[in-house]
């Protein structure tokens, strides 16, 4: 059974903190790996992962996947109170048609 | 730009009553699906579809039937709401899974449903 574990669940920061957020994975033949922001309605898309290494990046929130350990970090630099939200972590598996998506990290920035 | 729309953005149920939500997209997308979303649980896919004509289950499909007779609609239907089905509801769409495209999924604004 394929299976996302994000860490951790929640996290309180001050503003111009720098944040990690985790994601680890077990899935058979695996395809890529999304990162997703969810403030207070519908969950919107920030990168997809498919090569071990490569890091994508916008802004000051940049991703990294790592596939021989099984996991990647979202990584927030210089976080504002905008960056407040629920990240969500979900992989994508070969000749699946469907996304598993972890429990989320609720991330809270306070000024 | 509309993209995927969603309806009723609230509803409160009497356990055993039925209802169907309501999912739309203007994006000529192939794939479409349903989330329930739970505290401390994410995303849980119930159904999805990956073309007119073509339904699989998910991972809780209990309590939930859906039908694609058109490309654009997706509807949820709860025959006898219980109240383990209080939850928010998501419906997303996406050009396809599991080929050649990104995977990326476009999310309606969701529904959060009650029943009492």
């Known amino acids: 059974e394929d299976k996302v574990v994000q860490s951790p669940l929640s996290l309180v920061v001050h503003e111009g903190d720098t944040v990690t957020l985790n994601c680890s994975y077990e899935v058979t033949n695996f395809r890529s790996l999304l990162w997703y922001k969810q403030e207070k309605k519908a969950p919107t898309f920030l990168f997809m992962l498919t090569s071990s290494g490569i890091e994508k990046k916008s802004g000051r929130l940049s991703s990294i996947l790592d596939k021989k350990e099984l996991f990647s970090i979202l990584n927030i630099t210089a976080t504002q109170t905008g960056d407040s939200a629920i990240y969500l972590c979900a992989v994508n598996r070969r000749g699946a048609q469907k996304l598993v998506f972890g429990q989320g990290t609720r991330l809270t920035i306070n000024p | 730009n509309a993209g995927v729309t969603q309806t009723p953005k609230f509803q409160v149920l009497k356990t055993g009553q039925s209802m169907t939500l309501q999912c739309a997209q203007d994006m000529n997308h192939e794939y479409m699906s349903w989330y329930r979303q739970d505290p401390g649980m994410g995303l849980r896919l119930i159904h999805y579809?990956?073309?007119?004509?073509?339904?699989d289950q998910g991972e809780v499909p209990n309590g939930y039937n859906v039908s694609r007779s058109t490309t654009e609609d997706f509807p949820l239907r709860l025959l006898s709401a219980a109240p383990s089905q209080t939850s928010v509801y998501f419906c997303?769409?996406?050009?396809?899974?599991?080929?050649?495209?990104?995977?990326?999924?476009?999310f309606g604004e969701g529904s959060r449903l009650t029943v009492l």
């Open positions: 997303a769409s996406s050009y396809a899974l599991g080929g050649s495209s990104s995977g990326e999924l476009f």
């Open positions: 579809s990956v073309g007119a004509g073509i339904t």
